[in-house]
């Protein structure tokens, strides 16, 4: 029985680790005034009849805080590249020079500043949901295996290193978007 207890924390932990991984890639498309390639990470170029992220087709770079560079591996795809990025919808203008991209990044607005610490609350929000479905469902199986002949001692110990984890794993969610906030509101 010590082996399912086991299993059952370890397969929490697993799952709330893997809640704030998704936090993290999820804070890091949030754009915070300064240019970052991922910015462009959503961003699917047509190329030869399929979608292609645009990292498959050409370099990404920062030139500066605050532009962007994309250069084609295929100069021909200069005009498909720029059209993805505007199809993109995300507020960012291409000006294609006949042999790269360059995108200037505009800072932020405070109006704007605040819509991305609401969307990064959203994020933070939905990763603390996944983290309280890891503890329900270790708990769920903990119980099970207290009905099944576990000692609700043992049980009660396992619940117990259930929440630690919990409270260990929505404090580093909660850390995140405090760097994520400071970034973003810093002008």
Do not use: W
């Amino acid at each position: 029985m010590d082996e399912e207890v086991k299993f059952a924390i370890d397969s929490a932990k697993e799952q709330m680790e893997g809640a704030i991984k998704h936090l993290e890639v999820e804070l890091q498309k949030v754009r915070a005034g300064k240019a970052s390639p991922m910015m462009l990470d959503s961003v699917v170029v047509a190329y030869y009849g399929t979608n292609q992220p645009l990292k498959n087709v050409a370099n990404v770079n920062t030139s500066d805080a605050r532009t962007l560079v994309v250069q084609p591996f295929e100069k021909q795809m200069l005009q498909d590249i720029e059209k993805a990025i505007i199809d993109a919808n995300l507020g960012l203008t291409p000006a294609n020079d006949g042999n790269l991209i360059r995108i200037n990044v505009p800072p932020l607005t405070e109006e704007r500043r605040k819509e991305l610490v609401k969307q990064s609350r959203t994020e933070l929000e939905h990763c603390k949901v996944s983290i309280r479905t890891a503890r329900k469902e270790a708990n769920d199986y903990i119980k099970d295996l207290v009905k099944k002949g576990l000692s609700e001692d043992l049980g009660k110990d396992a619940e117990n290193d259930v929440q630690e984890l919990t409270n260990t794993y929505t404090t580093k969610a909660d850390r995140h978007l405090e760097r994520k906030e400071s970034e973003i509101m810093t002008v």
